[in-house]
């Protein structure tokens, strides 16, 4: 294949397409020296640009002629926050990774949360779309998140969100040693009038919850532990290690005042689901936050 290269000043290399191709797979067989890996990064970060159009879809069709703009930056300069960044978009949907210290959306008047900062990233990008949630992550707590661009794709994800979700993983340092490599922790979980989440080994009313634990590494006074949920209720991770006997760390609510990182101690790092409307498996994952692994050296 024989392909026209420049650059210009706006820190793009320009390539022009001599066959019809999707873009995705054009990308990797033009961009050879490129892992997969970053070309795909690049794509999700708004990276491309197709005839001066920024282009984030895998399969959008390519054809002779047209002109593709690759980014040199490693870095979305379209969206910046302190509290999240956008590991992925598309027409349908953003993935976000969110910081600590911010809500998923507004529990009151002006309350900072993930849905403003997208909306108001939206209006500057012109699209015509609003941040819809389609699920939560509590206000410390850090990782990946979904948002729906449209109301129409957050219900696809509400009716059949089991279907489409095939795994979400979280991150925790809880506080002790925990004594199993794994196992698992089921009941029932239900709120009182405190809006405190309580548990209880027969049916109380509430919802069932099941999490899967796997012990990653163990001090003396704390471990970390990665937790696979198979349901998704209201502060379920939380709840259930406080029943190990091994509070999240951090943790104000349901915790034992253990709180070596001045945070609470749960990042949701893996989130792999079935795109609603392409249907095409969408897998993410981040890192474990750094102070995690540097308090179990």
């Not at 706006?10 to 890996?37: C, F, M, Q």
């Not at 163990?218 to 991770?237: A, D, M, P, W, Y």
């Not at 990042?267 to 890192?287: G, K, Q, W």
Request: with cysteine.
């Amino acid at each position: 294949m024989r392909t026209n290269t420049s650059q210009n000043g706006d820190g793009y290399d320009i390539y022009t397409v001599d066959h019809n191709a999707e873009l995705l797979p054009w990308l990797l067989e033009t961009l050879k020296k490129e892992s997969r890996s970053k070309i795909k990064a690049t794509l999700q970060g708004r990276g491309i640009k197709v005839n001066g159009k920024q282009v984030t879809q895998y399969n959008y069709p390519l054809k002779p002629g047209m002109k593709v703009a690759v980014s040199k930056s490693k870095k979305n300069d379209t969206f910046k926050s302190r509290y999240l960044k956008i590991v992925y978009e598309d027409r349908h949907l953003v993935v976000v990774e969110k910081n600590v210290g911010i809500l998923s959306m507004a529990a009151g008047h002006a309350s900072l949360n993930v849905k403003t900062v997208l909306d108001d990233y939206f209006r500057r990008t012109r699209q015509r779309c609003t941040a819809h949630v389609v699920h939560r992550l509590d206000r410390d707590t850090s990782g990946l998140m979904i948002y729906t661009k449209d109301i129409e794709v957050e219900q696809l994800f509400e009716r059949d969100w089991h279907h489409i979700v095939y795994d979400r993983r979280y991150v925790a340092v809880v506080s002790g040693e925990m004594e199993e490599d794994g196992g698992t922790v089921a009941n029932w979980l239900k709120d009182n009038k405190a809006y405190v989440t309580y548990s209880s080994p027969v049916d109380n009313g509430g919802k069932y919850a099941i999490t899967h634990f796997h012990t990653l590494k163990r001090t003396v006074e704390h471990s970390l532990v990665e937790f696979r949920l198979e349901t998704g209720r209201k502060n379920q991770i939380r709840v259930h290690c406080a029943d190990m006997g091994h509070p999240v760390c951090g943790d104000m609510k349901y915790g034992n005042g253990d709180n070596p990182l001045n945070r609470l101690c749960l990042h949701a790092y893996v989130l792999c689901f079935y795109h609603p409307i392409t249907h095409r498996r969408m897998e993410f994952e981040t890192p474990i936050p750094t102070p995690f692994l540097h308090l179990l050296k």
